[in-house]
Structures are given as structure tokens and as C-alpha cells.
């Protein structure tokens, strides 16, 4: 893990071991959208994301206060972090105790729809660590070194998830 430069959320944990409920607060303000997409990305549900993005700030919140945050990451990574893990272990469940991917809506066209669906359908039927590379690189813009960071794993592990996810897709799109 590469050191972290100072950002405008790290004084965060520091306030909140002092009871100060403003910085908390200010995290969620600036994380909870970016959070609940990419995690709406990953289980293929948005309301289920909501949830999860909420049970990943309590064990940011929980962590924080009893210090077994070190603070080696940034704030901001170590929360993807969290809610990544998070989403991870939601897909990991027997599909009977969670939530399946619903029908996309924000397409107008039904072909769109169609498309879009089969797409939902590839992706949840890659390995969560790959559709975890896979979102955090094409969707939400990061850098390999930024999901190692997030994932926990090294820039080469990220690499070879992207590859193998992709090639994956390449051939379930080859043989719809």
C-alpha cells in the first residue's frame, strides 16, 4: 500500500474519537453517492447498494472509535475498501438469502433493456473479486493502483482480474 497524501477527510477520524458527529457526517456527505452507485454496480441492485453502503459506514463509524483504523489509507480508500468487502460478501450468499439483480428501467428502448439485462446477467455471473476490478476500472474510473488499494491486493492481482473478467465477457458476448 502506497503511503497517503493528506486529504480533506483525514482530520474525519480524528474528530470522531473526540465525539465530534460533524465529521462523520461530512464523510458520508461526500462519499454516500459515489458509495452506493458502485455498489449498486457490483450486487445489481440499487435499493440493496443503499443498505449495504449504510452497513459499511457503521463498521467505518465502529472502527474509527475503538482505533483499529491506523490510518495507513486514505479515509476515502479505506472506505471503498469496506464497502467493496461489503458488497463482496453480499454476493458470496446463497443467492436465496439475498437479493437478485432486478430489470434495469432508465432505458427507454427495448433493446437498450434487452442489452442492458444481458450485460447485468455476464457480470453477475463473474467471480465478485473480478466484477469488483471490473466496476471500480470501467465504471467508476480508477486507476489499477487505486483498486489495488481498494481491493487490498497488489496492481499485478488487479491486472489479471481485469483481464480475466474482460476475457470472460469477450467470450460470453461471443457465444449470445
Not at 479515509?75 to 432486478?102: F, S
Not at 497488489?154 to 482480474?161: D, K, L, N, P, W
Request: aromatic share 4%.
Amino acid at each position: 500500500m502506497h503511503p497517503p497524501v493528506p486529504t480533506d477527510l483525514d482530520d474525519v477520524v480524528v474528530r470522531v474519537r473526540r465525539g465530534d458527529p460533524s465529521g462523520f457526517r461530512r464523510l458520508v456527505d461526500q462519499t454516500s453517492a459515489p458509495l452506493v452507485r458502485m455498489v449498486a454496480r457490483l450486487v445489481g441492485d440499487a435499493s440493496r447498494a443503499e443498505d449495504l453502503v449504510q452497513e459499511s459506514y457503521v463498521k467505518a463509524y465502529r472502527a474509527m472509535i475503538n482505533g483499529s483504523f491506523d490510518q495507513r489509507a486514505h479515509v476515502r480508500t479505506w472506505l471503498y475498501r469496506i464497502a467493496v468487502n461489503t458488497a463482496i460478501d453480499e454476493l458470496r450468499r446463497p443467492r436465496r438469502d439475498r437479493v437478485d439483480a432486478a430489470e434495469p428501467t432508465a432505458a427507454d428502448h427495448a433493446d437498450a433493456r434487452l442489452a442492458l439485462h444481458e450485460v447485468a446477467g455476464w457480470m453477475a455471473d463473474l467471480p465478485p473479486e473480478q466484477r469488483a476490478a471490473l466496476v471500480l476500472s470501467a465504471f467508476e474510473g480508477h486507476s489499477n493502483r487505486e483498486i489495488a488499494d481498494i481491493l487490498g491486493c497488489s496492481e499485478g492481482a488487479v491486472e489479471q482480474r481485469l483481464v480475466r473478467a474482460r476475457a470472460t465477457l469477450r467470450h460470453k458476448q461471443e457465444v449470445s
